[in-house]
């Protein structure tokens, strides 16, 4: 059961007409915001690209987009190459850095540009230097000073020169033709160029006016304003008939050669419009004009619109000079300043209305963040967080704070309208109830919910709402009532998003998902994800809802609701989805503005081009007038028509832009034109895919597959892959981008490369160490058979010296035997013929002593005999 409580509904009165206008009065003096007047709508809303960005310089005199979609920026820093994310200062070898005047790309992609007092320059589409034509290198050239280029439907160059008049330049072969002046000698300038439907060329000059160069013709001849012609043509465009002229101080005037002048085309657009500096005119037939201070738009029909430059806003036109306008193929308008970098006007923020603030214009938003949104008949009520509640009138476009007398709250949470007409406020007193007369306002203070923060509203029937209380519950309130909703035991207090579909009113909340039933005017979880939900959008088939990391689509089946798809969500989770008649679904919140194509498998991301207004949206839920999607924004209101969706952006390139490794300490670039190869030690290979796009770069999708690693396409963050440690083999790389809007349009690439084996595992090392192995076993067998011969030559000399010892012994021994055997015989004799020397006289014992002496020698001979064989032995 429902406890029902009265709730205590305080009337605030009726003012009179005197009371509530001198309220009024005394507010808007204090706020010079807050008074009535036209809300400045601050459309088209312009992105701003500045040096934070990595823009080299502030200064942007030329702007030129090439066949592969990437723009070329001269700049006082030199040249600059952008591809809708990153800036590249391109260096030329053998050229200082100087100022470029003028770039233009030819038909065959080549690029020219001009370079204060050196000359004109042309790269070849590798981006290489090939010719430069200047007074010293060029015999007959006129000028250093180029300020004007324009490539003819012949293919031939245009060049206007500074005090060298007209040259016309064929750019294969570059000879080269001074264009005289019709009845002039003396040097002259040239400031602009272009041709007209016909092909004549028409020279926007200082100090003489307008001139033309018929097809055919090789003189210049004048147009005057006036009989002295002294005039100074700043800019030119082609028109339906004749060309447009930005005349210093004369405005934007139209010639034709049946018609003559029309100077300016209206007089009250002359303050307006100003001094030209630059004009395209775009596929519509609408004449864009750049001016000192701003921006004038004509369109086909002859309706003027100017756009005044802002200084209290990032998000209109800077406040400097702007010089230099480039359309790109896909509507988007590129205006280089003097000063405040590059601006952008995307195709979509051309269609989207905004409103913001500006310090500078008094009748602009206040400067609060923009809460809550909520639509009538008669226009609509913006709800902010600082300075209360104002009613625009979306007829007269004009705007009020709601007095204080009705509602005194400046913390505005949330607004709803209920059939009944009455306007139902959350805030940071409690709940409020406005009706169309003031005396049946109705309030609930903060009391009575608890002391909780009454937050998110919810219209239910005539005269009903939901009412979210922060931290306790959800509540039903209408006309002097204010009952507590019942719940079960997943109770939630912090509602994030209540919405409608399916013939049912589904809850997100901390605790998940809940279902607010009428009947019992109770919620009833339901059992599909206890995650945190934070917002909600019904579909033809279900419903989306957005968790931590993810956007999660539940469909209707037979046996309940079922979980169908899963995308991914980086960064803080939405804070409103809605799905528009399309079928296609938007979401926005601090991450910015994103929409889902239908069937689509990405978001294609919109804050970054409607500049910063749209990057900074709003956590709440966003509302719909029945045709826009309102998004309230911490810097503004956005109105967006889902129908003007501008379609998809042209791709037309992709490259590789990076392949590098980790070798040796430092990143080394590996070769992109031919397959490369990786060293076996080499640390982690960088790849890097690029596909040149000026606007909604970051909603392209990059995929890769590497032949024989990957079983299918891997989705990579900003065209960048790691590849770690790889076997040894060859590999082929592939790469994909595509827009989420036309996924069936894919451009590809592809790449080689080879991750070499260890040295000692390649084939001239496995030739060599099987030719070292060979050569080794070939020393090996020499060395042993070296050593064999060796062996044996020991062993023989082993063998011949036993033989020798065995020899020598046995004849030791034979001499010792033979020394004995004779020795002792001899011995005996001795001693006999010394007896018998002894025993004779005179010559008888001469001669026995010379006998004995005989066989004294030959004993001592036998003796040594028998010592040297004791000696051998």
């Given at each position: ?14 003012p ?16 010079p ?53 990153e ?19 030819d ?29 010293e ?54 400031l ?52 447009w ?11 034709d ?23 395209v005119?775009?596929g519509?037939?609408e004449?864009?004009v ?115 007398q ?51 509203i ?50 997100a ?41 993810a ?37 926005s919140?601090?991450?910015g ?20 207004v ?24 956005l ?17 590789l ?13 590996l ?41 299918d ?47 000692w ?30 062996r044996?030559?020991q ?17 030791s ?35 026995l ?9 030959i ?15």
């Amino acid at each position: 059961m429902i406890e029902k409580r009265r709730g205590r509904a305080r009337a605030s009165g009726q003012p009179g007409g005197w009371v509530w206008l001198q309220t009024l009065v005394a507010v808007a003096l204090m706020q010079p915001w807050l008074c009535a007047g036209a809300l400045t709508q601050q459309s088209p809303l312009v992105r701003r690209i500045s040096i934070e960005q990595g823009l080299p310089s502030s200064e942007i005199y030329a702007l030129a987009e090439d066949r592969h979609g990437y723009l070329w920026l001269g700049t006082d820093a030199g040249l600059v190459r952008y591809d809708g994310r990153e800036f590249v200062r391109w260096q030329i070898p053998g050229v200082a850095s100087g100022t470029i005047e003028q770039v233009l790309i030819d038909q065959r992609d080549h690029l020219w540009f001009s370079m204060t007092e050196v000359g004109l320059m042309e790269l070849n589409p590798a981006r290489e230097l090939v010719r430069q034509f200047s007074v010293e290198r060029t015999p007959g050239w006129s000028s250093n000073d180029v300020w004007a280029l324009h490539l003819a439907a012949d293919g031939d160059l245009w060049v206007g020169t500074y005090l060298g008049g007209l040259i016309d330049l064929q750019v294969n072969s570059g000879e080269f033709t001074l264009v005289p002046l019709e009845g002039v000698s003396e040097p002259w300038s040239v400031l602009a160029l272009t041709t007209d439907r016909e092909g004549s060329l028409w020279v926007g000059t200082y100090g003489r006016g307008l001139l033309s160069v018929a097809v055919g013709d090789s003189v210049a001849k004048a147009h005057p304003f006036t009989e002295s012609g002294r005039h100074q043509v700043d800019a030119l465009a082609p028109a339906d008939e004749g060309v447009w002229v930005a005349a210093r101080d004369r405005g934007i005037c139209q010639y034709d050669s049946e018609r003559g002048w029309r100077c300016p085309e209206r007089p009250e657009d002359l303050q307006q419009i100003g001094d030209g500096k630059a004009m395209v005119v775009n596929g519509n037939g609408e004449l864009w004009v750049s001016r000192s201070r701003g921006i004038s738009m004509r369109s086909r029909e002859g309706h003027w619109r100017h756009f005044q430059a802002s200084t209290g806003s990032p998000f209109g036109l800077p406040p400097r000079r702007l010089i230099a306008l480039h359309l790109d193929p896909d509507g988007g308008l590129w205006i280089g300043t003097e000063g405040a970098g590059l601006a952008y006007i995307s195709p979509l923020s051309q269609r989207v209305q905004a409103w913001v603030s500006d310090a500078a214009d008094p009748k602009s938003l206040p400067p609060s963040r923009i809460r809550a949104v909520a639509a009538d008949e008669a226009g609509l009520w913006i709800g902010t967080f600082e300075f209360g509640l104002f009613r625009f009138n979306g007829h007269d476009q004009l705007t009020n704070r709601l007095p204080q007398q009705r509602l005194s709250a400046n913390r505005i949470q949330d607004l709803g309208t209920t059939a009944d007409g009455a306007l139902w406020v959350t805030h940071e007193q409690g709940l409020s109830r406005l009706s169309d007369y003031p005396g049946e306002d109705l309030h609930w203070p903060t009391s009575e919910f608890g002391q909780g923060l009454a937050d998110l509203i919810f219209p239910l029937g005539e005269s009903q709402v939901l009412v979210s209380v922060y931290g306790s519950g959800t509540w039903l309130a209408g006309p002097g009532e204010l009952l507590p909703v019942e719940s079960d035991e997943r109770k939630p207090t912090q509602l994030e998003d209540v919405q409608s579909g399916h013939g049912q009113i589904w809850v997100a909340s901390e605790r998940g998902l809940h279902r607010f039933e009428p009947a019992c005017g109770c919620l009833i979880w339901l059992d599909l994800s206890d995650q945190r939900s934070y917002a909600l959008a019904a579909d033809a088939r279900g419903w989306w809802v957005a968790v931590d990391g993810a956007i999660v689509h539940f469909v209707a089946t037979p046996t309940g609701w079922k979980l169908a798809r899963s995308l991914e969500w980086s960064g803080r989770p939405p804070g409103g989805m809605r799905v528009d008649p399309l079928g296609r679904l938007w979401a926005s919140g601090p991450e910015g503005l994103f929409v889902l194509e239908k069937e689509a498998i990405s978001w294609r991301r919109l804050g970054s081009e409607l500049g910063v207004v749209a990057a900074e949206m709003s956590s709440r839920p966003f509302e719909s007038d029945g045709e826009s999607l309102l998004l309230p924004s911490d810097r503004g209101l956005l109105r967006v028509n889902p129908r003007a969706l501008p379609s998809a952006p042209i791709l037309r390139s992709l490259k590789l832009i990076e392949a590098s490794v980790f070798r040796q300490g430092e990143r080394v670039q590996l070769a992109l034109d031919a397959p490369a190869a990786v060293e076996a030690g080499d640390g982690d290979l960088v790849i890097r895919l690029g596909s040149p796009l000026l606007g909604e770069a970051h909603s392209l999708r990059f995929l890769s597959r590497v032949d024989g690693l990957d079983p299918d396409w891997v989705e990579l963050a900003d065209g960048r892959r790691t590849l770690g440690v790889l076997p040894a083999g060859r590999y082929e790389f592939h790469g994909q981008v595509f827009h989420p809007a036309n996924r069936d349009l894919r451009l590809e690439t592809s790449w080689s490369f080879e991750v070499l084996a260890p040295w000692w595992r390649r084939w001239p090392a496995l030739i060599t160490a099987v030719g070292l192995v060979a050569l080794l076993l070939v020393l090996i067998q020499q060395a042993m058979a070296r050593a064999n011969q060796r062996r044996q030559r020991q062993d023989l000399e082993i063998e011949q010296l036993v033989w020798a010892e065995r020899n020598a012994a046995e004849k030791s021994a034979f001499l010792a035997h033979i020394s004995h055997e004779i020795r002792n015989p001899l011995s005996g004799m001795l001693g006999l013929l010394q007896m018998a020397e002894r025993e004779s006289s005179g010559p008888q014992r001469s001669r026995l002593a010379l006998a004995r002496a005989a066989g004294a020698q030959i004993h001592g001979l036998l003796e040594d005999v028998f010592v040297w064989s004791r000696v051998q032995r």
